[in-house]
C-alpha cells in the first residue's frame, strides 16, 4: 500500500464552483501535513500547511482527520488560476516523507 | 533573494555517461533534498541532508550520489546513466524538517 494517496482527478469543474478532494495517508506516526501547487511543467509551490484544527486561507479550506488518516482541501468560487495538480505532502518525525501523486483541477469557463 | 536555483535546466546523456546536478540556496537552510517526479508517480526523495557535510538516503537512491560541501549547495550526481533515469529532477530546501519546502525550477534529464 502506498504511503499517500490521491485521487488522480481530473476534477473538471466551471468557474465559481466548489471542488474539494482528499488524501489519505497509512502512517498513523505522520506528523506534517501540507498542500502544494504544482502548475503544468513548473516547480510545486507550498498552498497551505494543514493543522489539526482545520484552516482557511481565503478560498482554501484544509482540514486534517486523524482517526481516518486523511487531508483535505476544499476550493470555494473557483477561478481560472486555480486549474492546477494538488499534491499532498505527509512527514514523520523519523526522517520519512511522502508525496502523493496529485489530483487535477481544471476550471473552465 | 533568487531562492533555490538548479543547473542544468536539460540534458540529454547517452547510456552509461556521467553528470552531476548542482542545487544552490540562499536563505540559509539547514536541510536539502533531491526529488525525482515521474509521470503518475508524484515526486519520490532520492536523497536528502540535515546539514552541511551530511547526506541520507531517501526513498529511491540506487544509482544516485549525493554531496553536500558547502551549505547552500547539494549535489546530484549520476555515476552511469541509464534510461530508467530520464525524469525531471527538483531540488528542494527547508530551514527545518517538517516544515515548508521551497523547489528550484527542476532539471529535465533524458537518457537514451
Known sequence: RKEVEQDPGPFNVPEGATVAFNCTYSNSASQSFFWYRQDCRKEPKLLMSVYSSGNEDGRFTAQLNRASQYISLLIRDSKLSDSATYLCVVTRNDYKLSFGAGT?????A | NAG????????VL????????????DMNHEYMY???????MGLRLIHYSVGEGTTAKGEVPDGYNVSRL?????LLGLESAAPSQTSVYFCASSI???ETQY???????LVL
Open chain 1, 104 to 108: 487535477t483541477v481544471t476550471v473552465r
Open chain 2, 4 to 11: 533555490v536555483t538548479q543547473t542544468p535546466k536539460f540534458r
Open chain 2, 14 to 25: 547517452k547510456t552509461g555517461q556521467s553528470m552531476t546536478l548542482l542545487c544552490a540556496q
Open chain 2, 34 to 40: 533531491w526529488y525525482r517526479q515521474d509521470p503518475g
Open chain 2, 70 to 74: 558547502k551549505k547552500q549547495n547539494f
Open chain 2, 96 to 98: 527545518d524538517w517538517g
Open chain 2, 103 to 109: 523547489f528550484g525550477p527542476g532539471t529535465r534529464l
